[in-house]
């Protein structure tokens, strides 16, 4: 019979939707679809693991995905980095609280977005990195990865003197007076959009795209130290970083503990 051979299901388990024999994956929400029994039974159960699988097999869903990938660079990444350059050539003065909280809005923009593009997905939890917080075990996790972070900063300081390079200060942008009140919400919505795009979503989405974790997430920590438009020394100290947070992203895919001891690495370390 037909079905003795397909090597996956044709219901979908998540959407009940039918699909062709030969799909690996729902051509409706995108869930992996399980292996028929027969096929099940010749395989060697698999291991668990939290990273993506390979390159899809479905050329439609790699083009859709290419395409979303250029399109959030271009609409998140690109603006980051010329307003990092801007502020590198120009000496622009501390936020005003307008400003500040114009930045807000366009932050929450940002992470309308990414959430847009997760519910395409129809696993939005597991592309963002946002399960449902375990409180002492993210606050645990976080008091791990602010340490880990503090370390990455004085080996990259080393290897930085060690080098020649000059420690000069990156473009920080301050706060005025009356908008200092603002600040903690700053860096807090900002860790967590910066979380999100780069530790969760981009690694996730280049991991499918090129089929290789490691590589994904050095170009993922390679895109969040160019757009910071530091200079060499503090450039260095900013992958460092972002390779640490990855680090701890692939030993536990939540970014709430990373979102944590970013904001506090940035209220009390960063300035």
């Known amino acids: 019979m037909p079905d003795e051979k397909r090597e996956f299901a044709l219901v979908c388990p998540r959407c009940g939707e039918e699909n062709p024999p030969e799909f690996p994956t729902c051509w409706k929400c995108h869930a992996d679809l399980p292996e028929s029994p027969a096929k099940a039974e010749e395989a060697p159960p698999a291991a668990p693991s939290e990273i993506p699988g390979p390159p899809s097999a479905l050329p439609a869903r790699r083009k859709r995905i290419a395409f979303e990938v250029a399109l959030a660079l271009f609409v998140i990444w690109v603006p980051w980095v010329a307003g990092g350059i801007w502020d590198s050539i120009a000496l622009r003065p501390p936020r005003s609280s307008a400003i500040a ?4 809005v366009q932050g929450t923009g940002t992470l309308a977005l990414l959430a847009y593009f997760a519910w395409l997905d129809g696993d939005g939890r597991r ?32 290897i930085t003197l060690a ?18 009140w603002l600040r903690p919400f700053s860096f807090a919505l900002f860790a967590l959009i910066e979380e999100v795009f780069y ?3 981009l690694w ?6 090129l089929g290789r974790p490691t590589l994904s997430f050095v170009i993922a920590s390679l895109l ?30 939540s970014v709430w503990p990373l979102v944590l001891a970013h904001w506090a690495y940035n209220q009390f370390v960063a300035i």
Do not use: C, M
């Open 204 to 209: 996730r989405r280049l991991t499918e795209l």
């Open 101 to 104: 909280l114009w930045s807000l």
């Open 224 to 253: 969040f130290t160019a757009a910071h438009v530091y200079p060499p020394a503090a450039s260095v100290s900013i992958l460092f970083f972002g390779l640490t947070l990855a680090l701890f992203f692939r030993a536990r895919p």
């Open 127 to 158: 592309l963002l990195g946002i399960p449902r917080p375990q409180v002492a075990k993210e606050l645990a996790w976080a008091a791990a990865v602010f340490v880990a972070a503090i370390v990455a900063n004085s080996l990259a300081y080393r």
């Open 163 to 180: 080098l020649g390079l000059d420690h000069e200060r990156g473009p920080l942008r301050s706060f005025a007076p009356d908008a200092s």
């Open 199 to 201: 530790r969760a979503y």
